[in-house]
């Protein structure tokens, strides 16, 4: 998985009056647990850039006074009005220790429900897996090329062996749905199936009342 550097500062002082004086210098105020000791320092808010607002995943390499943390993104805090990042944890990697975090989800293949008028719904743009740190992936690849209208693909269908999935086997990852233009193509098919089951040497209601 790729991984992205954040250098920040050291906090001596974690009190409300410190973490106050940090917003105001439009800093954050970060975490990093898992370690032998948590380690509290500060960051500007644009070194979250390539962190937060993407969709790929990365893992985190934290810089601090000359210390190299490797570690994921655990939770991040956004002000309810203005959406600034207000604080962000952090976890540590070790080697030999599974590590829990979402990867995006990359649908492949044209659906044959698909082409025959359905709708491709997917229900997870992201996963949540737990891996070892050298074993996570950058996404989780779904080919729906099989998929035909109504079929599904769940969570236990995705087969690996490097990493487990956070979700019950049952989880709809993608569903082929009937369309609306299916649908009355399906209704149209129907009618003209009907109008060709009228034998033609059986007379008509106007032929019966005119004989008659």
Request: proline share 5%; aromatic share 6%; with cysteine.
């Amino acid at each position: 998985m790729k991984s992205i550097t954040i250098q920040g500062t050291k906090r001596e002082s974690v009190g409300k009056k410190s973490t106050k004086a940090l917003r105001d210098a439009e800093l954050v105020p970060c975490v990093v647990y898992g370690g032998t000791e948590i380690l509290n320092f500060s960051t500007e808010e644009k070194s979250f850039k390539a962190l937060v607002y993407t969709p790929e995943a990365h893992t985190v390499s934290i810089e601090v006074d000359g210390q190299v943390i490797p570690a994921v993104l655990q939770d991040i805090q956004f002000h309810p009005i203005t959406d600034k990042i207000l604080h962000v944890d952090f976890y540590q990697l070790s080697e030999d220790k599974p590590v829990i975090m979402e990867v995006p989800v990359r649908i492949t293949g044209r659906a044959k429900g698909v082409v025959r008028g359905g709708v491709l719904r997917q229900s997870f743009r992201k996963l949540k897996i737990k891996a070892l740190p050298a074993n996570l992936p950058d996404e989780v690849v779904v080919d729906v090329t099989k998929l035909n209208i109504g079929n599904k693909i769940y969570v236990g269908d995705i087969k690996t062996d490097v990493y487990a999935f956070m979700h019950p086997d049952n989880a709809v990852i993608a569903a082929v749905k009937m369309s609306r233009n299916a649908m009355k193509a399906g209704a149209a098919d129907d009618d003209d199936e009907e109008e060709e089951t009228v034998s033609p040497d059986v007379p008509t209601t106007e032929e019966k009342s005119f004989e008659g």
